[in-house]
């Protein structure tokens, strides 16, 4: 790993833990429609990362208005992903949902990111993808042991599950793309997540009462906003400023782990041999994509920049600001 990279792999790890406490977060709130949830967690962050972005969207209007159809793109992918999840969970469980989600966006952004940059794959990250999905279905076949829910649900839960993370690379690759292109961070990620939130608004309006109805639904609308919507994705953005979206959705494979952690911990669930096996093996993966050995050159840097999903160089610390 580069030194370059490093604090955008930090960043994302720390995203991951953020992002792994939504589920048991969200199991604490009573008669709240996943729908509810969602529309609140992600459409009230994303207003807010609009909020904190509002010099730089103002600096870059005329750039981000050329781009407005990659935009509409990650504003509508932002505005599908957290119902899609929310929805998925509710059907087949937190583990079922996480897992279906996170598990599928490493290998979909790395589809876009082939067919629309023509950005190669290396043997090393289908490498830790393929663990970390194996690690991924373990933890699924752990947590789904012993449930319930009718054969339809469980389906239902997986196409759900397939669409939170087609819509999860697709906004991530955007903002990485926005990025590349030269503009601003805090624009990129402010301007897709805003606009999402926007159209979460009148699914919020119409599902979201329930959120007010006790003072526990209301701290869990908040903290889901404000900590890993709010807060997670400007650390996902500063990860996407130093690594591409490719790398970025399979280091985010840790989130099923640290979930599984916290349904053990604080809900009260049961993992077995074969879950820890899956929290291991998520583990590994990465570990194999963080250490991949880099060359280096004479002056002791690496022999190439890191780059942004549009195989172009990553935007320079001005950017980051």
Not at 176 to 194: K, P
Request: hydrophobic share 50%.
């Amino acid at each position: 790993m580069s030194r370059a990279a490093a604090p955008g792999v930090l960043a994302l790890v720390v995203t991951s833990i953020l992002w792994g406490t939504t589920g048991t977060a969200a199991s604490f709130a009573q008669g709240v429609s996943p729908l509810a949830i969602g529309a609140a967690s992600l459409g009230i962050g994303g207003l807010l990362q609009g909020m904190i972005a509002l010099p730089q969207l103002r600096r870059q209007r005329s750039e981000l208005r050329r781009r407005g159809g990659l935009l509409a793109a990650g504003a509508l992918a932002v505005f599908v992903y957290p119902l899609a999840f929310y929805s998925s969970m509710h059907l087949g469980g937190v583990a079922l949902g996480t897992v279906i989600s996170l598990g599928s966006a490493p290998v979909l952004s790395g589809v876009l990111e082939r067919i629309f940059d023509g950005h190669p794959l290396r043997a090393r990250w289908w490498l830790a993808v393929a663990v970390g999905v194996a690690g991924s279905v373990l933890l699924c076949l752990a947590r789904s042991a012993g449930d319930q829910a009718g054969q339809q649900q469980v389906v239902a839960s997986v196409l759900l599950g397939l669409l939170a993370g087609a819509s999860y690379a697709l906004y991530s690759w955007v903002v990485g793309r926005l990025m590349g292109s030269g503009i601003e961070r805090r624009a990129a990620v402010g301007s897709v997540f805003s606009a999402g939130g926007l159209l979460l608004m009148p699914v919020l309006l119409l599902t979201g009462a329930p959120l007010l109805a006790s003072a526990v639904n209301t701290w869990v609308g908040l903290y889901l906003s404000l900590v890993p919507m709010f807060l997670g994705y400007v650390l996902f953005g500063v990860g996407l400023s130093r690594v591409n979206a490719s790398t970025a959705t399979t280091i985010t494979l840790l989130e099923p782990a640290v979930a599984a952690v916290l349904a053990v911990l604080i809900v009260g669930e049961h993992l077995g041999v074969v879950g820890w096996l899956g929290v291991v093996l998520i583990g590994l993966a990465l570990g194999v994509l963080v250490y991949s050995p880099r060359r280096i050159t004479a002056q002791g840097r690496p022999r190439g920049p890191a780059r942004s999903s549009g195989g172009q160089q990553c935007p320079t610390s001005r950017t980051m600001q």
